[in-house]
T-cell receptor, first 115, second 111 residues
Framework: NAGVTQTPKFQVLKTGQSMTLQCAQD?????MYWYRQDPGMGLRLIYY???????DKGEVPNGYNVSRLNKREFSLRLESAAPSQTSVYFC??????????????FGPGTRLTVL | QKEVEQNSGPLSVPEGAIASLNCTYS??????FFWYRQYSGKSPELIMS????GDKEDGRFTAQLNKASQYVSLLIRDSQPSDSATYLC???????????FGKGITLSVRP
């Protein structure tokens, strides 16, 4: 049981290049999320997917697109990278805790630098 | 806009002391509250959850919730250098599983 996995772990892009960040979870969770974390800004939600086949914008969606490929996989695409997108990106999935409520479990993160 | 505030910090305490981390939230409809710990260069990991007013204890950690004051806190007793990390407060409101995170408080425990 690997939990939430993300690839790649590190990436350096030039301005204008595109790339896709991959995320997969093996916990049979319905909901998945993409966050970015910047110094002093905390975790900010980019997009989320409540279930397979649905996606919704979060707090900072501009410059990003997502695909919920199946229940396990949720990818984040940068079509034309900009230096402002230099950040650490975390994928998370949401599952039940004992007691009936749910919370989020995070992947290891992707550290992206855009030059 | 739903907000979660963690204004105090960074926090430095000596080993063995009690560390007190505070968080306030704006949405009175908030239902579930979580504390995550994040070591430098790592991802957030859940350490405590609380849903009802009062205290919830788990080992050296105690979460406290006061919905009337819209306040949730985390106490760490007998602080250890290994507790040095950033602590994120997260709040869930509504039927979906989205969380709103505070910006975090960085705790340093001095040996």
């Amino acid at each position: 049981n690997a939990g939430v996995t993300q690839t790649p772990k590190f990436q350096v892009l030039k301005t204008g290049q595109s790339m896709t960040l991959q995320c997969a979870q093996d916990m049979n969770h319905n909901s998945m999320y993409w966050y970015r974390q910047d110094p002093g800004m905390g975790l900010r939600l980019i997009y989320y997917s409540a279930s397979e086949g649905t996606t919704d914008k979060g707090e900072v969606p501009n410059g990003y697109n997502v695909s919920r490929l199946n229940k396990r996989e949720f990818s984040l695409r940068l079509e034309s990278a900009a230096p402002s997108q230099t950040s650490v990106y975390f994928c998370a999935s949401s599952g039940l805790l004992a007691g009936g409520t749910d919370t989020q479990y995070f992947g290891p993160g992707t550290r992206l630098t855009v030059l | 806009q739903k907000e979660v505030e963690q204004n105090s910090g960074p926090l430095s305490v000596p080993e063995g002391a009690i560390a007190s981390l505070n968080c306030t939230y704006s949405d009175r409809g908030s239902q579930s509250f979580f504390w995550y710990r994040q070591y430098s260069g790592k991802s957030p990991e859940l350490i405590m959850s609380i849903y009802s007013n009062g205290d919830k204890e788990d080992g050296r950690f105690t979460a406290q919730l006061n919905k009337a004051s819209q306040y949730v806190s985390l106490l760490i007793r007998d602080s250890q250098p290994s507790d040095s990390a950033t602590y994120l407060c997260a709040v869930r409101t509504g039927a979906n599983s989205k969380l709103t995170f505070g910006k975090g408080i960085t705790l340093s425990v001095r040996p």
